[in-house]
């Protein structure tokens, strides 16, 4: 069965303070990891797809990077805009389905 | 281009009530699902459609019924509702077609509290 497990439930930096978002996966054949960013009552929005290990995307201060059973979201120099929860998910080559993780809820403060 | 929508964006219930949650895309999209969405659980997979009159369940079926009758409308109905369908629910879209990155849709999602 595929599983998605994100780790920190919530993280709290300080404006400027860089880190990284943990994505750790299990899906019996990946055909993408997907990030988005969820801000409050609104839908998830796309950030990247990730196809296969050793792939990385960026956007502004995201970095995202993809192992063989991990993602990591890196966050470099982030703004109190940044603040949002953060959520990872998977498709495997089998069908549509998409497979999410709780979340990582981010707060930056200025 | 609305993209994807859905109503209501709140409603209210009873135990033991009936009521649909609409949802329609613009995007002349095959595939289209719903997430119900609860603290600390992340979006679960309700159903979903990989077209006109094809449905399938995921993650979390049960109380739940959906068809698809046309590529725009995917609506979701609750037949008898419990306080545990109390959630926000998310309808999502997207194509299989060249080039796509595979990324949902989303609408703005629909608040539901059963009393």
């Known amino acids: 069965e595929d599983q998605v497990t994100q780790s920190p439930e919530a993280l709290r930096l300080q404006e400027g303070e860089s880190s990284s978002l943990n994505c750790s996966y299990t899906?019996?054949?990946?055909?993408?990891l997907f990030w988005y960013r969820q801000d409050p009552g609104k839908g998830p929005e796309f950030l990247f797809t990730l196809y296969s290990a050793g792939e990385e995307k960026e956007k502004e201060r995201l970095k995202a990077t993809l192992t063989k059973k991990e993602s990591f979201l890196h966050i470099t120099a982030p703004k109190p805009e940044d603040s949002a929860t953060y959520l990872c998910a998977v498709q495997n080559t089998g069908g549509f389905k998409t497979i999410f993780g709780a979340g990582t809820r981010l707060f930056v403060k200025a | 281009n609305a993209g994807v929508t859905q109503t209501p964006k709140f409603q209210v219930l009873k135990t033991g009530q009936s009521m649909t949650l609409q949802c329609a895309q613009d995007?002349?999209?095959?595939?289209m699902s719903w997430y119900r969405q609860d603290p600390g659980m992340g979006l679960r997979l309700i159903h979903y459609s990989v077209g006109a009159g094809i449905t399938d369940q995921g993650e979390v079926p049960n109380g739940y019924n959906v068809s698809r009758s046309t590529t725009e409308d995917f609506p979701l109905r609750l037949l008898s509702a419990a306080p545990s369908q109390t959630s926000v629910y998310f309808c999502?879209?997207?194509?299989?077609?060249?080039?796509?990155?595979?990324?949902?849709?989303f609408g703005e999602g629909s608040r539901l509290t059963v009393l």
């Open positions: 899906v019996s054949g990946l055909r993408g």
């Open positions: 999502a879209s997207n194509t299989r077609g060249q080039g796509n990155t595979g990324e949902l849709f």
């Open positions: 995007m002349n999209h095959e595939y």
